[in-house]
């Protein structure tokens, strides 16, 4: 087996190229994973002209809705989706929708995969965890694993506005789809092996399914692409230093804290400090008015959204990624400023908590906005101040972050595959 390709079986529903977010990361993995084996990807056909567009991917199998279906799943947009997005409604109410794709795709593989076709099976997305996959019922011998799931990460103590303007009192729909959803329970319980996407998640599912530790294991599903890693940064000394957030303009990315933590610090180090805000979203109106009540119209910027080749370019020109959200999944912003050589500064929960160490920059306890805010204006006033220090960190992001570089993780991931293909051999033989 060694000298041949794995024969895999991806299930990626959300696989689109030229999407942000999910869809984007789970064409990510189809891209990397397939260089590396004979892969087959099966996905939604809502991706199907997109991937159609590049001919480098030929071996896809894409399911197809049904009329109502058509017809439902624009209402579930608009009824979630206007205005301030409501995901927790949006998961409840598009679960249909990924049930007639997971149904399908089960009906269609379940032979193929009972004959022996398939070395591995590996359903990617969804990445929420209460989503179950129906395929592991045909895996009494071909090895599936799912993953990287991520969620279920709380808001902080301290921030219960936040959450209620996310709608987070409605959360509660979790617990009910674990209990009625069928094949919840038994995608986590007969997976061969289940990558998360955090700690937290990691040990949510494996505490709410009593999952041993040999069929579970952290695997942050975000990357970057290789074009992010650059050379060193050099450190000017004297020089203006720029300040960078990257993300959507909703409440718990909290751009309106670091708009505050701008405007506390000591004026020396002030005049020394632009920040530039790239993204766009619901918030912008009201952050755009505060930068004005707070006389710092000529030290912030908003950029609105831009490109991702245009992304880059910000990430080089900045000195320092500031980025105060409060629940991160996965962060891949974070990655992103790491691998273009800047120090970052985040809450310690979720996903971006992981990601920066004591090395790469700083991570603040989210107790209160208060704390954040106040802790968010000491950290940039010691990176603006000591520039061997910024230097260091810079030096140290881009080392952590070619962890993180998609071939990588795809290398990564072919190895989980021999591991999961040998143990389960063995389990079977015994």
């Excluded at 927790?88 to 269609?108: I, K, S």
């Excluded at 069929?215 to 203006?240: H, Q, W």
């Excluded at 490109?307 to 900045?318: H, K, L, N």
Aim: glycine share 6%.
């Amino acid at each position: 087996m060694s000298n041949q390709k794995l024969k895999v079986l991806l299930i990626i529903e959300q696989c689109n190229p030229e999407a942000a977010s999910v869809p984007l990361v789970g064409y990510k993995f189809y891209q990397a994973i397939s260089k590396l084996v004979d892969a087959t990807l099966v996905t939604h056909e809502r991706n199907k002209t997109p991937l159609s567009r590049l001919k480098e991917h030929s071996n896809i199998t894409y399911i197809a809705e049904s009329e109502l279906t058509k017809k439902y799943f624009p209402i579930v947009g608009r009824l979630t989706m206007k205005g301030k997005n409501n995901w927790p409604l949006a998961n409840v109410l598009g679960y249909p929708v990924y049930a007639e794709f997971d149904r399908q795709v089960y009906q269609t593989f379940k032979d193929p995969i009972q004959r022996g076709d398939y070395d591995l099976v590996h359903a990617i997305t969804p990445m929420q965890p209460r989503f179950p996959f129906k395929i592991v019922k045909a895996c009494d011998r071909t090895p599936v694993a799912i993953g990287p799931v991520n969620g279920g990460v709380p808001f902080p103590a301290g921030f219960e506005e936040v959450a209620r303007q996310e709608f987070a009192y409605l959360n509660f729909f979790r617990a009910i789809g674990r209990a009625l959803i069928p094949d919840y329970a038994a995608t986590y319980k007969k997976a061969d092996k289940i990558l998360a996407g955090s700690t937290y998640t990691l040990n949510l599912v494996k505490n709410m399914f009593a999952i041993p530790d040999s069929r579970i294991e952290l695997f942050y599903e975000n990357g970057i692409a290789s074009s992010f890693l650059t050379e060193t940064k050099k450190v000017t000394k004297d020089s203006p230093i720029n300040l960078l957030f990257v993300g959507r303009l909703v409440p718990y990315k909290c751009a309106d804290i670091l708009i505050e933590a701008v405007s506390r610090l000591e004026p020396n180090v002030r005049e020394k400090t632009h920040l530039t805000i790239v993204g766009d979203g619901q918030e912008r109106n009201s952050l755009e008015e505060r930068v004005r009540e707070l006389n710092l119209g000529e030290k912030v910027k908003f950029a609105g959204w831009v490109g991702q080749e245009e992304t880059v370019e910000y990430y080089r020109q900045a000195d320092i990624f500031c980025f105060p959200s409060i629940r991160e999944f996965g962060g891949a912003v974070v990655m992103e400023a790491m691998a273009c050589g800047l120090p970052c500064i985040v809450p310690n929960n979720g996903g971006i908590g992981e990601y920066v160490t004591e090395e790469t920059g700083f991570r603040i306890e989210p107790t209160s906005r208060e704390y954040l805010t106040q802790e968010l204006t000491n950290k940039i006033k010691i990176l603006v101040e000591d520039d061997e220090l910024r230097q260091k960190m810079s030096v140290k992001s881009m080392e952590k972050a070619k962890e993180f570089e998609w071939d990588c993780k795809a290398q990564k991931i072919v190895e989980i595959y021999h591991k999961t293909i040998a143990e389960k051999q063995a389990a079977l033989s015994h």
